[in-house]
């Protein structure tokens, strides 16, 4: 289907859209009728004016809009740029893969060797040069120059390998490239909205060339995993983040957008060091903070009113009321708090399945009272209320420790504004192992970034109270892990149900092998995003988030169980991703936010609508 075709029959829609009444516009109704009702649409117009306009207008400039139209022949991309711009367009460029025809019309013939090599065989190259690769870093350096060069292959190459290239791509290895990001950088990638740039923004985002945005990740780098202020550096996290939505849950490449809040830093080692990229002043803090990040959110909404915004790796002090301030007015999340309650929760309910007991009669205790921490106690306090606990009832069962020890209501006057609904009216200890002893706790959660705090003292003073302990040992990088996979195995012999924040190997202990299940966030938010997305939700919901969670806890089969795996295997994570976009629809309508009209079938609904990296055929225009 060539690109005059394409204009032709929206022409012919445009005419129809003005007077359906009228003998073509009929005709071109009752042509593409049942491709708009499949697609969820509510007439064949509204059809033509969201899906046709996106393939026959918008990509004469290059970009690579959604196809969701499902006519029997593919799509056909109108390109008007030639020779080498489209080599140096990396969503343009296919390397070698160029059939001999585009090599004639885009004249690229003379300009990539000879032989047209097919995308499965470009995977292999990149894969084989990949595993030559010495160090984690250069592993990360290698995906990235791919990335920055062809995007298909890129993503191609990405869900081919998921469960192997994650680790790369996000945790652990991105806290890595994010530490070394000046001295890495070879191409810019997203936006940065700097300090010096205040009262530009709204210009500013005007010079991103893509008209359609879904998703934005943006951070200010403050906390960036268990590294603390990488100030710019913290792009890497967005960077990483937005592939993760695109290979995870098929959200198209040129939908997304990195964003780096650039408000400086507090690191005098960034400050120092010639390379840094960012503002090298002390962080912006209070109303200047604030207005910064409102400046922002105005500009991108202004341009893009739809855009779903994940704010991502903001302190504490700015995490929870960014949320709040926020999670009403725009479709926005924040992945810390939810996303990593949600993923944690599905985790807890995939052990419950082993030990046949009910959320509502678990007590837990956290080490680490933070945004992660504080975000995990909310989403199970939600299970808890599901299951008929009143709010008040279910925070009785959760002890949160934090760098003092034990937060009780004697330390209210110092107590951050989150942590204050968990406060306990018991005594005071500031041991981890004391607290353990008192509460016999059926599940201890570590989002600390203090490694190995989970000592083996405090796993077998829990195991002394409950016969399968649930222990997640959550913080990232692997560095910080609370305890190891092969620790909590060997020092409850067996019995564990664990997970952990970055991966571990499989451990064989008493003669069985055990293979750890990582609560990684990517199970999570790029399926929660999706659906936001599709069904254009004028909200991101905490309903949302539990109904993600149990969808995910429902895909662990038993036979993952048997083995310890809370988490179904990563190589499904297209099929998790859709499933829960699929139940963040449903809430969507549940609750009167969704925008579209419910179309028959959510998840064929939704699998219909997911990015897959494959080359199209091209047409010089």
């Given at each position: 289907?060539?690109?005059?075709?394409?204009?032709?029959?929206?022409?012919k829609?445009?005419?129809?859209?003005?007077?359906?009444?009228?003998?073509?516009?009929?005709?071109?109704q009752?042509?593409?009728?049942?491709?708009?009702?499949?697609?969820?649409?509510?007439?064949?117009?509204?059809?033509?004016?969201?899906?046709?306009?996106?393939?026959?207008?918008?990509?004469?400039?290059?970009?690579i809009?959604?196809?969701?139209?499902?006519?029997?022949?593919?799509?056909?991309?109108?390109?008007?740029?030639?020779?080498t711009?489209?080599?140096?367009?990396?969503?343009?460029n296919?390397?070698?893969?160029?059939p001999?025809?585009?090599?004639?019309?885009?004249?690229?013939?003379?300009?990539?060797?000879?032989?047209?090599?097919?995308?499965?065989?470009?995977?292999?190259?990149?894969?084989?040069?990949?595993?030559?690769?010495?160090?984690?870093?250069?592993?990360?350096?290698?995906?990235e120059?791919?990335?920055d060069?062809?995007?298909?292959?890129?993503?191609?190459?990405?869900?081919?390998y998921?469960?192997?290239?994650?680790?790369?791509i996000?945790?652990?290895?991105?806290?890595?490239?994010?530490?070394?990001?000046?001295?890495?950088?070879?191409?810019?990638?997203?936006?940065?909205?700097?300090?010096?740039?205040?009262?530009?923004?709204?210009?500013?985002?005007?010079?991103?060339?893509?008209?359609?945005?879904?998703?934005i990740?943006?951070?200010?780098?403050?906390?960036?995993?268990?590294?603390?202020?990488?100030?710019?550096?913290?792009m890497?996290?967005?960077?990483?983040?937005?592939?993760l939505y695109?290979?995870?849950?098929?959200?198209?490449?040129?939908?997304?957008?990195?964003v780096?809040?650039?408000?400086?830093?507090?690191?005098?080692?960034?400050?120092?060091?010639?390379?840094?990229?960012?503002?090298?002043?002390?962080?912006?803090?209070g109303?200047?903070?604030?207005?910064?990040v409102?400046?922002?959110?105005?500009?991108?909404?202004?341009?893009?009113?739809e855009?779903?915004?994940?704010?991502?790796?903001?302190?504490?002090?700015?995490?929870?009321?960014?949320?709040?301030?926020?999670?009403?007015?725009?479709?926005?999340?924040?992945?810390?708090?939810?996303?990593?309650?949600?993923?944690?929760?599905?985790?807890?309910?995939?052990?419950?399945?082993?030990?046949?007991?009910?959320?509502?009669?678990?007590?837990?205790?956290?080490?680490?009272?933070?945004?992660?921490?504080?975000?995990?106690?909310?989403?199970?306090?939600s299970g808890?209320?599901?299951?008929?606990?009143?709010?008040?009832?279910?925070?009785?069962?959760?002890?949160?420790?934090?760098?003092?020890?034990?937060?009780?209501?004697?330390?209210?006057?110092?107590?951050?504004?989150?942590?204050?609904?968990?406060?306990?009216?018991?005594?005071?200890?500031?041991?981890?192992?004391?607290?353990?002893?008192?509460?016999?706790?059926?599940?201890?959660?570590?989002?600390?970034?203090?490694?190995?705090?989970?000592?083996?003292?405090?796993?077998?003073?829990?195991?002394?109270?409950?016969?399968?302990?649930?222990?997640?040992?959550?913080?990232?990088?692997?560095?910080?892990?609370?305890?190891?996979?092969?620790?909590?195995?060997?020092?409850?012999?067996?019995?564990?149900l664990?997970?952990?924040?970055?991966?571990?190997?499989?451990?064989?202990f008493?003669?069985?092998?055990?293979?750890?299940?990582?609560?990684?966030?990517?199970?999570?938010?790029?399926?929660?995003?999706?659906?936001?997305?599709?069904?254009?939700s004028?909200?991101?919901?905490?309903?949302?988030?539990?109904?993600?969670?149990?969808?995910?806890?429902?895909?662990?089969?038993?036979?993952?169980?048997?083995?310890?795996?809370?988490?179904?295997?990563?190589?499904?994570?297209?099929?998790?991703?859709?499933?829960?976009?699929?139940?963040?629809?449903?809430?969507?309508?549940?609750?009167?936010?969704?925008?579209?009209?419910?179309?028959?079938?959510?998840?064929?609904?939704?699998?219909?609508?997911?990015?897959?990296?494959?080359y199209?055929?091209y047409?010089?225009?």
């Amino acid at each position: 289907m060539g690109n005059a075709y394409l204009q032709e029959e929206f022409s012919k829609a445009e005419a129809a859209i003005s007077s359906i009444s009228s003998k073509i516009g009929k005709a071109i109704q009752n042509k593409y009728q049942n491709v708009a009702l499949n697609k969820g649409y509510g007439s064949t117009q509204e059809f033509f004016q969201k899906d046709l306009r996106g393939i026959s207008g918008g990509l004469m400039n290059s970009s690579i809009k959604r196809h969701h139209i499902d006519l029997q022949d593919e799509p056909v991309l109108p390109v008007s740029k030639r020779g080498t711009e489209i080599l140096s367009d990396p969503l343009l460029n296919k390397g070698t893969g160029f059939p001999d025809s585009e090599r004639d019309e885009l004249s690229l013939k003379g300009l990539v060797p000879p032989q047209v090599v097919s995308i499965d065989d470009q995977v292999r190259r990149v894969m084989e040069n990949y595993r030559r690769k010495t160090s984690d870093l250069e592993r990360y350096i290698h995906l990235e120059a791919l990335h920055d060069r062809n995007e298909t292959l890129y993503y191609r190459v990405l869900l081919e390998y998921i469960d192997e290239l994650t680790p790369i791509i996000y945790t652990p290895v991105v806290g890595q490239a994010c530490q070394h990001f000046g001295h890495i950088y070879r191409r810019t990638r997203g936006m940065y909205f700097s300090s010096s740039n205040r009262g530009h923004f709204r210009e500013m985002v005007k010079n991103w060339p893509e008209e359609e945005i879904d998703i934005i990740v943006v951070t200010d780098g403050s906390r960036i995993l268990g590294l603390g202020d990488l100030g710019s550096n913290g792009m890497g996290i967005s960077i990483g983040k937005l592939s993760l939505y695109v290979g995870c849950a098929g959200i198209y490449p040129s939908k997304t957008l990195p964003v780096m809040l650039d408000v400086g830093t507090n690191n005098k080692d960034l400050q120092n060091d010639v390379f840094y990229l960012g503002e090298r002043n002390d962080r912006l803090v209070g109303e200047e903070f604030d207005g910064m990040v409102e400046e922002f959110v105005n500009a991108v909404t202004e341009r893009w009113p739809e855009v779903l915004i994940q704010f991502e790796d903001f302190t504490n002090d700015h995490a929870f009321p960014l949320l709040e301030r926020y999670r009403e007015r725009v479709l926005c999340f924040n992945d810390d708090i939810q996303g990593t309650g949600a993923v944690t929760l599905a985790g807890i309910l995939s052990g419950l399945r082993v030990t046949g007991e009910r959320l509502s009669k678990q007590r837990f205790v956290f080490l680490g009272a933070g945004s992660a921490g504080v975000g995990i106690a909310d989403m199970i306090v939600s299970g808890m209320v599901e299951e008929g606990m009143s709010e008040s009832e279910a925070r009785k069962q959760f002890w949160l420790v934090d760098s003092k020890g034990l937060v009780t209501q004697s330390r209210i006057d110092e107590l951050a504004v989150h942590k204050i609904p968990y406060a306990q009216n018991g005594e005071f200890v500031s041991s981890l192992q004391q607290v353990v002893r008192q509460v016999k706790p059926t599940a201890l959660i570590g989002v600390s970034q203090q490694a190995g705090s989970f000592t083996e003292e405090v796993i077998k003073e829990m195991q002394s109270h409950v016969s399968r302990p649930l222990i997640m040992a959550l913080s990232n990088p692997t560095s910080q892990s609370e305890c190891t996979a092969e620790q909590a195995f060997r020092w409850t012999d067996g019995q564990v149900l664990f997970a952990s924040g970055s991966p571990f190997s499989p451990v064989t202990f008493g003669g069985k092998v055990f293979v750890p299940g990582q609560g990684n966030n990517m199970y999570i938010f790029p399926g929660v995003g999706l659906g936001a997305i599709l069904c254009n939700s004028r909200q991101v919901t905490d309903s949302m988030f539990y109904a993600a969670a149990k969808t995910l806890s429902a895909l662990v089969t038993p036979e993952e169980l048997e083995v310890g795996k809370l988490y179904p295997d990563l190589k499904t994570i297209r099929e998790i991703s859709s499933q829960i976009a699929a139940a963040v629809c449903e809430v969507a309508f549940k609750e009167n936010l969704a925008q579209i009209e419910r179309p028959e079938d959510l998840l064929n609904y939704v699998k219909q609508r997911m990015y897959q990296p494959h080359y199209l055929p091209y047409k010089a225009v």
